[in-house]
C-alpha cells in the first residue's frame, strides 16, 4: 500500500466572518507566519505528491502568499467562487488534480482545512498509515473530550462501525451527549470520493453541501470507514475568532521557545520570550525576560538578548550585548554592547567591538 499515490486538498475559501478584519482567514499571522502555512506544515511527513488549495475569500491575496513563501510542496490553486459548504469545496479542489481513471484506483486524498495551524506532522503521517493498513475508503481524525459542543460527533451503529457524522445543529439531544467529535480532517480512496461528493444533498440546519456527510454515503453503500483518535484533541481545534487565533499563538510560541531550548539557547523565562518561528538562533545565546524577536531577525553566536529589547528584521553578530535596544532592519557587528535604551532605525549598522551608552539612536 505504500506506493499508492497521495494528494492533499486543503479548504481555505472561507470568510472567517468572526475575525471581523479584512484579512483573509488563512493569512492571519502565528508567531509571524500566516496561518495556512502551518497547516503545509503538517503534511511535510506524508510524501505528498500534490496539493490542491481552494481558495475564496480574498483568493489572489492567500495564492500569492503562498507563491511567494515556496514551501516545499507542489501547490495548486482553484477557486470556490460561491461558499455552498465543505462539501462542495471539496469538490471544487479534486478539480485540481490529475482526472485519470487509472490513478484514481491507486491514489488516496487528504481533505483538511485551512484553519487547524496546532496540527502535528506525525499524527498526519498515523492517520494515513491507519488509513492504509485498514484499507478503508475514510478514515477520519477525530478526538474525545468531555464536552465536544461545537463539533460534529461522530455516531456509530451497534458493531461499532462508525455510520455517520452529525453535526451540533443538526443533532438530537442523545448525539449532542456523545464524547467523539469528527476534527474535519480525513483520509479518502480517491476512487469513493467523487461519487460519494455527487450524492450529497443540502439538507440540513444551513442548507449546504456537508463534506461530513460522504462518511454515511460511503457506509450506506457498504464501504469501511474507520477512525485514528488524535492523543492531543487539541491539536485539531480551528480558529474562528482572536480568542482562539490568541490561544493558538500561545500554544506555537511555548513549541517554538521549546525547540529551542533544546538546540542550545538559554531563556530566562520562556513564558515572558516571543520568537517568531522565522528568527534564526545560534547556540549559547542568552535571552531575558520580555525579549521580543521577530521578522528574518538572525542572532550570532553567544549575545545576549537583554529584557525588554525588540528586533524586527536584525543581523546580530556573535558575543552581543544588548539592554533594551529597539530595532527594525539593522545590523549590529560581533562584540558591539548597545544600551540601555538604544534606537536602531532602519538601515542602521553599529560597527563591530562598539560601545554606545544609554539612550543611543542609529539612523
Not at 481558495?55 to 500569492?64: D, L, P, S
Not at 484506483?105 to 481533505?111: G, L, M, R, S, T
Not at 529597539?326 to 560581533?334: F, K, L, N, P, V
Request: proline fraction near 6%.
Amino acid at each position: 500500500m505504500s506506493d499508492r499515490r497521495l494528494s492533499a486538498v486543503v479548504l481555505a475559501a472561507g470568510e472567517g466572518t468572526r475575525m471581523r478584519s479584512a484579512r483573509p482567514k488563512p493569512l492571519h499571522l502565528l508567531c509571524g507566519r500566516a496561518m495556512l502555512l502551518y497547516v503545509l506544515d503538517a503534511l511535510v511527513d506524508c510524501s505528498v505528491s500534490r496539493v490542491v488549495v481552494v481558495v475564496g475569500h480574498g483568493a489572489e491575496r492567500v495564492t500569492k502568499k503562498l507563491q511567494d513563501e515556496e514551501p516545499d510542496l507542489r501547490l495548486d490553486f482553484v477557486e470556490q467562487r460561491v461558499q455552498r459548504g465543505t462539501g462542495d469545496a471539496a469538490a471544487v479542489g479534486l478539480t485540481g488534480l490529475p482526472d485519470d481513471t487509472d490513478v484514481d484506483e491507486h491514489h488516496d486524498v487528504i481533505v483538511l482545512p485551512g484553519d487547524t495551524p496546532l496540527l502535528r506532522p506525525s499524527t498526519m503521517a498515523k492517520l494515513v498509515a491507519t488509513h492504509r493498513e485498514t484499507g478503508a475508503a475514510c478514515t477520519i481524525l477525530t478526538g474525545v473530550i468531555d464536552d465536544a459542543t461545537g463539533y460534529g460527533r461522530i455516531v456509530r451503529g451497534k458493531d461499532d462501525r462508525v455510520s455517520r457524522i452529525v453535526e451540533q445543529l443538526d443533532a438530537t439531544p442523545e448525539e449532542r451527549e456523545i464524547r467523539e467529535f469528527n476534527t474535519s480532517i480525513y483520509c479518502f480512496r480517491r476512487s469513493v470520493l467523487a461519487p460519494a461528493l455527487r450524492r450529497l444533498q443540502p439538507q440540513n440546519a444551513q442548507g449546504e453541501y456537508y463534506l461530513t456527510d460522504v462518511v454515511s454515503v460511503l457506509h450506506d453503500a457498504g464501504y469501511p470507514v474507520t477512525t485514528v483518535v488524535a492523543a492531543d484533541p487539541s491539536e485539531a481545534a480551528g480558529i474562528n475568532d482572536r480568542v482562539q487565533l490568541a490561544e493558538a499563538e500561545a500554544e506555537l510560541r511555548r513549541r517554538t521557545n521549546h525547540g529551542w531550548l533544546q538546540k542550545g539557547v538559554t531563556m530566562v523565562d520562556p513564558a515572558s520570550t516571543y520568537i517568531d518561528a522565522t528568527v534564526e538562533l545560534s547556540t549559547d545565546v542568552t535571552i531575558f525576560p520580555g525579549a521580543i524577536l521577530q521578522g528574518r531577525t538572525v542572532v550570532g553566536r553567544a549575545s545576549e538578548i537583554g529584557p525588554g529589547t525588540r528586533l524586527v528584521d536584525c543581523l546580530v553578530g556573535d558575543e552581543v550585548t544588548l539592554d533594551r535596544v529597539s530595532g527594525h532592519d539593522a545590523e549590529i557587528g560581533s562584540g558591539a554592547i548597545v544600551g540601555p535604551y538604544a534606537v536602531l532605525r532602519p538601515g542602521a549598522s553599529v560597527p563591530p567591538g562598539t560601545v554606545t551608552g544609554p539612550f543611543y539612536t542609529a539612523n
